[in-house]
C-alpha cells in the first residue's frame, strides 16, 4: 500500500471534509450513485488508503464520523477495492447498521458496480466479491450508459439452496431460501397480510436468520415479497432500514436464480420485473444470471481523513 506522507491535517483541502480532525492519514474516496439502490457508495481503493490502514469497524467509523455536516452523513455502504489485473478487481462491502456497527458479511451488487465506475477502466471488468465467494462480469451495453452484470454462477450449482429444500415453512407460511449474490428468502404475497407488511416480513426474515446461523439484526438473509400473474411478476422488497426503493442487484439475481429451480416458490423469471420504482431486467442461462441496464454515475470525489490506532 502506498502511503501519502506529510502533515495529514494540511493535506485534506478547506472544501474536504473531516476539516480540524486529527488522523495519523488521508485517503482519497468516491462518491458512486447506482440508479435503483437506496444511497450512494463510498468506495474506497485499497492501495489509496495510508499505510498499516486495515479496514475494520473502528476506522470505518471514524471515517463516516467525518462525513457528518455533509450531504453524505450517515452513508450506508461502503465498497473497498483492489486492481489485481487491468480487466479484473477485487470488491469487498460493508453495509453500515442502522443500530451502529457494521455487517462484513453482505455483498452488494450496486456497489460493485460502483467500484467499476470509480476505477473509470473501458471494456468488460471482471470483479471478485470476496465477501460471497461470487465472480461478476460487468459488460458495457452498446449505445446505452449502462453496463450488464453477469453473476458467473450457474443457478442450479451446490449451495444455492442452503437448507437443501426448494421449500421451507417458517411461521406457518412456505418460502423458498435462496443463496445466490446474498442469501434471499422469497415469500409469495398471498400468503402474507396486507396490513403490518413490513413487520411480518422481518419477522420471517429474524426466522430465516437463525436458521442459516446469521444473528437476527443482522443485514442477512434478505428477503423479498412478490405476486405472480399474467403479467408477469412484481416484487417488493426489504432493505437495512426500510423498504427498498427497487430491488436490489442481488436480489433480482437471486430472484432469477430462485426461478431457474425446480419446485422453489417462485415462478421463472425472464424479462421485466416490476417493483415500485421501475422495473429491472433480468435473464438466465445455464451457467449464470443476468441482470441488464444497470446504471451508475460519480458524483464525487473526496479527501478524508483516516485514522489509525497505533499498535506496539
Known amino acids: 500500500m502506498t502511503g501519502m506522507g506529510g502533515d495529514a491535517d494540511a493535506l485534506v483541502p478547506t472544501t474536504a471534509v473531516g ?69 479484473r478487481l477485487d470488491h469487498r462491502f460493508v453495509q453500515a447498521l442502522p443500530a451502529g ?93 396486507e396490513e403490518r407488511l413490513r413487520e411480518r416480513l422481518e419477522g420471517l426474515r429474524a426466522h430465516a436468520a437463525r436458521l442459516l446461523g446469521h444473528p437476527p439484526h443482522s443485514a442477512l438473509p434478505k428477503i423479498a415479497t412478490f405476486t405472480a400473474g399474467p403479467g408477469g411478476i412484481a416484487v417488493r422488497a426489504l432493505t437495512v432500514g426500510g423498504w427498498h426503493p427497487r430491488l436490489a442487484l442481488t436480489g433480482a439475481a437471486a430472484l432469477a436464480a430462485a426461478g431457474a429451480l425446480d419446485g422453489t416458490v417462485v415462478p421463472p423469471v425472464e424479462g421485466e420485473v416490476r417493483t415500485p420504482g421501475g422495473t429491472v431486467t433480468v435473464s438466465t442461462g445455464p451457467d449464470r444470471v443476468r441482470v441488464h441496464h444497470k446504471r451508475a454515475e460519480l458524483l464525487e470525489r473526496l479527501v478524508l481523513p483516516w485514522r489509525i490506532h497505533a499498535t506496539a
Not at 462518491?31 to 489509496?48: C, E, N, S
Not at 473497498?80 to 489485473?85: I, P, Q
Open 19 to 87: 476539516r480540524g480532525a486529527r488522523a495519523t492519514g488521508v485517503t482519497t474516496a468516491a462518491l458512486v450513485r447506482a440508479h435503483d439502490a437506496p444511497g450512494p457508495t463510498l468506495v474506497l481503493r485499497l492501495d489509496h488508503l495510508p499505510p498499516g490502514a486495515l479496514a475494520l469497524g473502528g476506522e470505518l467509523a471514524w471515517l463516516r464520523r467525518a462525513l457528518a455536516g455533509t450531504p453524505y452523513a450517515g452513508i450506508g455502504k461502503i465498497a473497498l477495492y483492489g486492481a489485481t489485473h487491468p480487466a
Open 101 to 193: 456497527g457494521f455487517d462484513f458479511r453482505a455483498g452488494c451488487g450496486h456497489s460493485l458496480l460502483a467500484c467499476v465506475v470509480a476505477d473509470g477502466r473501458p471494456g468488460p471488468v471482471t470483479v471478485r466479491a470476496v465477501t460471497t465467494g461470487d465472480t461478476v462480469l460487468c459488460v458495457p451495453e452498446p449505445g446505452r450508459d449502462a453496463y450488464t452484470l453477469h453473476f458467473l454462477r450457474a443457478p442450479t450449482a451446490p449451495g444455492t439452496l442452503p437448507t437443501g429444500h426448494p421449500v421451507d415453512v417458517l411461521d406457518d407460511i412456505p418460502v423458498s431460501l435462496v443463496r445466490y449474490g446474498n442469501p434471499y428468502v422469497f415469500v409469495d404475497a398471498r400468503h402474507l397480510p
